[in-house]
């Protein structure tokens, strides 16, 4: 499957997904994209300490905080960065993954839970290297894909007619 043609099945994936699965996708993706090993190489220097507070608190509470809650944090992380334009790959993705999550949270826009999925491909992809003409070929991507097809199609599956 070539890269084009995962963002459209993911984009299909979301768009016929129920409420019940995108939240259970939105919140077991955001857990996976906050998790601590992301931030193993940010410098102390990335953000100020106000701001690491609200990330770790941000993490702590993504999985049961609502909207108000994940936004203030949010809003306290923002303020206190202090890289100039070169941020932490990690804190990106965490923070990115945060900021998908609240607004989904704000909004309800599947669209959110695109980005959060095509980020969560794309870490998979930053540890690997998946090659773009066959973006499935490596287990893991291919793993990362299945993760996202079953969390996003729980509820589609149709029981069998009985007797069959």
């Known amino acids: 499957m070539r890269y084009d043609e995962l963002e459209a099945a993911i984009r299909e994936l979301v768009g016929e997904a129920g409420e019940d699965e995108l939240r259970v996708f939105g919140v077991e993706t ?38 108000a809650e994940l936004r203030a944090q949010l809003t306290r992380i923002d303020a206190g960065i202090l890289a100039d334009g070169d941020l932490d790959q990690g804190i990106l993705i965490v923070v990115g993954a945060l900021e998908h999550w609240t607004t989904y949270l704000e909004e309800g826009r599947r669209e959110e839970l695109y980005e959060l999925a095509i980020r969560s491909v794309e870490e998979v992809d930053f540890q690997v290297s998946a090659d773009l003409d066959d973006f499935l070929a490596t287990p893991e991507m291919a793993a990362e894909y299945a993760r996202i097809k079953r969390l996003l199609t729980t509820g589609l599956r149709s029981p069998s007619p009985a007797g069959t």
């Open 30 to 67: 955001v857990t996976r994209l906050v998790r601590s090993e992301l931030l193993d190489t940010a410098a102390d220097d990335d953000l100020d300490e106000d701001a690491w507070a609200a990330l770790a608190s941000a993490r702590e509470i993504v999985r049961t905080a609502d909207a």
